[in-house]
């Protein structure tokens, strides 16, 4: 390995590193118990909760996987970034005030009074599981891009990059709970704005690209069918599917953590309408800089910084950086990169900690454990969390898919199946307490069906995975009272889903060996090959969901000859308001003021764009340093007239 950069980068990196550690132990001392660490004593103000939020649905991952996608799909990519804005509007007014009310520690908590023991011990597996794998994805995506700009032509120095990264971001989450990833989350925030605001003028200011109007013109045309390395197709269906998921999947997990973790509902909400008008920045901020790249290089394999990393296409963003950005400002932007996947991490990390550590460990298997107990327990899983997302990164680098379409692959298995259950929980009364369960089991299958027998593109798999999960849901209360009709009705009904979505997969796929017509000629072969045919899986499929349909309506039909106290008294404390004094300020503690705190380190980083002026390497565009510390000057020193402000 041999450095890439002037040394002034590497001293930036070095400090900002120093500097989120000792965040990580300023706010260790506050941290006497479980509720602390998890969800801020519901003190974490509403602009620091609504920034944080916004980091934690990007990271490095924007800059890497998305930036890839952009450069090699153009406007097309660009309609991804819209669709953010969108879905998560929709998804935080349906159900930002509903997540306070509902008083939780953790992001399943209230599975068990909900629906049931059972599917509180189910889904809080299946979620800490599924979420393990999005801190390996954003450290994969932080590494991809940093690693070949420190050093370049080097696939070693990903993968140490991957190990010393994901040991920092342990320690200071593991010090100092939801403040600490919050308060880091609001610096990094301000470093990243920093950069991408400064970033696009600089590039056109230049004169490269001629005038915004010609820029455009280069572009290629918006197409709606894009195969990305020869194994993923991308339509106009993946627009429409991410658009429909991300109403779920933005307002779930750790996401919904930041309305839980504010004193009351008006925070809440006002958390909500903060992170969709910096949502609204997305298309612009993250998504002009790879389409400069798709002018500037249209085959970036010819770029010698990348000639021996794979997929370089993936390190478009930071080639346009490297290019117009003075050396010291390319460190700060790394360690914007390092900021956002580490918000992203951290947020996670603190979440399924939370799961395990109160769902599973404390309300299953340890009632008695006093606040102090989970919080060590919370602390150890945050450990074994490290080692997997470091294990699995290391997997997703050398993966031949790529960071975008990996990930796609991956929550579009096992993210959209579980994101719609846990929302429509705090949402509707009238599914029964066994849906959760039956709608996670059904969508997982048609997911899998959708993708490895179907042959469908991803935004077909999600739309068909969404349909089938929410119809799961719908019909438990329904398929409850064919049971209690009699076990046959139950059974008639099932056969009839089972059957429709058989002779749907027969008419509606992209296998060419699965239709009606394969299907008499393979089975009037009766060979043992059938047997690994796609119509034999087809029938098994339908025998999957005619058994999940069955064996549930029996437990639906337990649900509506059995109403459950439980729920009625969720749904009472869910139309109730906060009440901040009892709630919340009655265990002594008062809110914080931290505006002081973020005033004074925007002011010390706009003092660090300055002071790398002393080096003669990055002095070869000044103008941007007193851009970049102009903004956090101002930013600052605003922060700082607002400190008798609380929220």
Not at 53 to 67: E, Q
Not at 345 to 373: G, H, L, Q, R
Not at 455 to 475: A, D, E, N, P, W
Request: glycine fraction near 6%; charge should be positive; proline fraction near 4%.
């Amino acid at each position: 390995m041999h450095f890439g950069l002037p040394a002034v980068d590497y001293i930036v990196i070095g400090i900002y590193l120093i500097f989120m550690l000792a965040i990580g132990f300023y706010f260790s001392r506050f941290m006497k118990e479980g509720k602390d660490f998890f969800v801020g004593g519901n003190l974490i103000p509403w602009w620091v909760s609504g920034v944080s939020l916004y980091m934690t649905l990007f990271s490095a991952w924007t800059f890497t996987g998305a930036a890839s996608f952009i450069y090699n799909t153009s406007w097309f990519g660009l309609l991804y970034f819209v669709t953010w804005p969108i879905s998560f509007i929709i998804g935080f007014q349906l159900s930002a005030k509903r997540w306070r009310r509902t008083r939780m520690t953790s992001p399943v908590e209230y599975i068990q009074t909900r629906f049931n023991k059972t599917t509180h011990l189910f889904l809080a597996t299946i979620l800490a599981l599924s979420m393990v794998y999005w801190p390996a994805h954003h450290l994969a995506s932080l590494s991809k891009i940093c690693a070949p700009a420190l050093f370049p032509n080097s696939m070693l120095a990903i993968d140490i990059m991957i190990v010393v990264t994901g040991i920092v971001i342990l320690i200071y989450t593991i010090s100092g709970g939801l403040w600490a990833v919050c308060v880091t989350d609001v610096v990094q925030f301000l470093i990243l704005m920093a950069i991408c605001l400064v970033l696009v003028p600089t590039v056109f200011l230049t004169g490269d690209l001629g005038s915004v109007a010609h820029f455009f013109r280069e572009l290629p045309p918006l197409t709606f069918h894009h195969v990305i390395r020869g194994k993923t197709t991308y339509t106009l269906w993946y627009i429409f599917g991410i658009l429909f998921y991300n109403i779920f999947g933005t307002a779930v997990g750790d996401k919904a953590q930041r309305y839980y973790s504010v004193k009351d509902e008006k925070a809440a909400m006002k958390v909500g309408w903060l992170a969709f008008g910096l949502f609204l920045t997305a298309p612009i901020l993250f998504g002009i800089p790879p389409l400069i790249g798709k002018v500037l290089w249209p085959n970036i394999h010819l770029l010698k910084e990348f000639s021996n990393v794979t997929k370089p296409d993936e390190n478009i963003f930071i080639a346009v950086v490297l290019k117009y950005m003075p050396a010291g400002m390319v460190g700060i932007f790394l360690s914007a990169m390092m900021a956002a996947s580490m918000s992203a991490m951290d947020s996670v990390w603190n979440a399924v900690s939370s799961i395990i550590s109160v769902d599973i460990y404390k309300n299953i298997f340890n009632p008695d454990a006093s606040e102090k107990t989970v919080l060590r327990v919370g602390r150890i899983t945050m450990v074994f969390l490290a080692a997997i997302a470091i294990t699995l990164a290391l997997v997703i680098i050398h993966s031949s898919y790529g960071v975008f379409t990996f990930s796609n692959i991956f929550f579009g298995l096992t993210g959209v199946p579980v994101a719609i259950p846990l929302f429509l929980g705090i949402m509707s009364r009238n599914i029964s307490r066994w849906s959760a369960f039956s709608s996670i089991l059904a969508g997982t299958l048609m997911a899998a069906t959708a993708r490895f027998l179907l042959h469908y593109s991803l935004g077909q798999q999600y739309i068909s995975t969404i349909v089938v999960t929410l119809l799961f849901i719908y019909i438990s209360l329904p398929f409850g009272k064919l049971y209690l009709r009699g076990k046959q009705w139950a059974a008639g009904g099932s056969a009839v889903l089972a059957f429709l979505l058989w002779g749907y997969s027969l008419i509606l796929n992209h296998n060419p060996s699965l239709s009606f017509g394969t299907l008499t000629s393979q089975f009037r072969a009766l060979s043992p090959d059938w047997l690994l045919s796609s119509s034999f899986w087809a029938i098994l499929t339908a025998l999957g969901f005619f058994t999940i349909a069955y064996f549930f309506s029996k437990l639906y039909a337990r649900d509506l000859t059995n109403p459950s106290e439980e729920v009625r008294e969720f749904f009472v404390k869910m139309d109730t308001p906060i009440d901040v004094e009892k709630e919340v300020l009655s265990r002594g503690v008062k809110e914080v003021n931290i505006f002081p705190m973020v005033g004074t380190i925007s002011l010390l980083l706009a003092a660090l764009a300055l002071a790398i002026l002393v080096f003669p390497a990055a002095r070869s565009d000044i103008g941007v340093n007193f851009a970049v510390a102009g903004f956090l000057g101002i930013t600052g020193f605003l922060m700082l007239l607002s400190r008798k402000a609380v929220d």
